[in-house]
């Protein structure tokens, strides 16, 4: 079943209850005008929360076993300097200009409920920004960092939300962040994947291959 056809059932349902209450009110039968208009406005709260969160969902990516989320190309362009060409799983690219000895990725996840899972709600992610990283500490603390957000300006941000009325989603399960990074080289080639328990990175050539046997 899908959100939109979900969304659309307690809209119905929520009209029925309506139309049942401005029946009863009429009758002067206030009781069951009263309980009827209250069951409409609970099923059109509920239409309009499955509504906001759906909209939300569009932003992840659905997820119900471990699957690829990108391949990462670098080609070095000076001292601990790299462009990065970061391909999605749609086919879409962007390139970013990295600093440092690493690359990192991050990314967000959605867990719901199984009676979540029953309208449509699955397992979602998000890839949340990718940056450069040293492996020194003292190299991240006075070097210069490099970090881009991966999603775009202006779409409804479902994490703050479910942050913020946790309690209002009772089929929510949990959200959770998780990151992997890898060493950057010279025309390394990487794969990144997620699962439900979170990101994972694998070399693709043996140029990163190799540079994953010498890291340290």
Known sequence: MSVNL???????LGCLFLIAAIRRFRLRRMTGGFVAGSSALVLF???VCILVIGAGLRSYQRLTSEQPAGQ???????VRQFSGILTYSSGESAVFFLRGDEWQIDARLL????IANLIG?????RLERISGRYTA????????RTVYDLNPPGQIDLWDLIRSHHSWMPWFDALYGSA???PMVDKAEYEISVSQS?????????AARNAIGSWH
């Open 6 to 12: 979900v969304t659309a059932v307690f809209g119905l």
């Open 45 to 47: 709260a509920l239409a």
């Open 72 to 78: 990462l190309q670098l080609s070095r362009v000076g």
């Open 111 to 114: 867990k719901w409920k199984a």
């Open 121 to 125: 709600f699955d397992t979602v992610y």
């Open 137 to 144: 500490i003292e190299d991240e603390r006075s070097q210069q």
């Open 180 to 182: 992997t990074y890898l």
């Open 198 to 206: 979170g990101l994972v990175a694998r070399p693709l050539n043996d």
